[in-house]
């Protein structure tokens, strides 16, 4: 059974980087048929995606992010990790590691979520 | 950010069956993906590739595509199905992923 699990740190200061790190088991991160996301959710809102990377290194940020977001991957230890910048309160959100199962070249389905990591912004 | 519109809620009584629809352009050429989320959980997969429904997931799911639209239908609805529903599909601009704005599901 495949399993996705975020840790990282749930404060964060205004301007500072949030840095979360999703740790896969029960499957490898190294193949083709995934890509690997990151979503988040405000609180009392939708679901917003950031961005997902290939097991390649290839990636794909959502535009209104993409000066403040990186997406990095580590095959030796199953995981991937999230990068976002100068954060403010507005990024306050549950972040969500989830796997993407491929449809067809850059399109994918989440088949497997973590539980969610709440990262709250605030000095 | 882009959203794909669905219904803001949908209330059912029990028993009765429950239509979630969402929209978009893309939506006519790319498959749609439906998830589940109940409170303080993580979002649940109920169908995929439009009308494709996960092992584990009752026979009440299903969805159905038309055109620019597509719909969940939850048959026979029970208590347990009240929770927020989100479709998913890739934009027309090339965006890989996007989803709708949620509909809550209430059980009367």
Do not use: M
Not at chain 1, 15 to 32: D, F, R
Not at chain 1, 40 to 63: A, D, M
Not at chain 1, 83 to 104: H, M, N, P
Not at chain 2, 87 to 101: A, H, L, M, W, Y
């Amino acid at each position: 059974q495949v399993q996705l699990q975020e840790s990282g740190p749930g404060l964060v200061k205004p301007s500072q980087t949030l840095s979360l790190t999703c740790t896969v088991s029960g499957g490898s991160i190294n193949s083709g048929d995934y890509y690997w996301n990151w979503i988040r959710q405000s609180p009392g809102k939708g679901l917003e995606w950031i961005g997902y990377i290939y097991y390649s290194g290839t990636t794909f940020y959502i535009p209104s992010l993409k000066s403040r977001v990186a997406i990095s991957i580590d095959t030796s230890k199953n995981q991937f990790s999230l990068k976002l910048s100068s954060v403010t309160a507005a990024d306050t959100a549950v972040y969500f590691c989830a796997r993407g199962r491929r449809v067809t070249i850059e399109r994918c389905y989440f088949d497997y979520w973590g539980q969610g990591a709440l990262v709250t912004v605030s000095s | 950010s882009y959203e794909l519109p669905q219904p803001p809620s949908v209330s059912v009584s029990p028993g009765q069956t429950a239509t979630i629809t969402c929209f978009g352009e893309a939506l006519a050429k790319q498959h749609a993906h439906w998830y589940q989320q109940k409170p303080g959980q993580a979002p649940v997969l109920v169908i995929y590739k439009d009308n494709e429904r996960p092992s584990g997931i009752p026979e009440r799911f299903s969805g159905s595509r038309s055109g620019t639209t597509v719909t969940l239908t939850i048959s026979g609805v029970q208590a347990e199905d009240e929770a927020d529903y989100y479709c998913q599909s890739g934009d027309t601009n090339g965006i890989p992923v996007v989803f709708g704005g949620g509909t809550k599901l209430t059980v009367l």
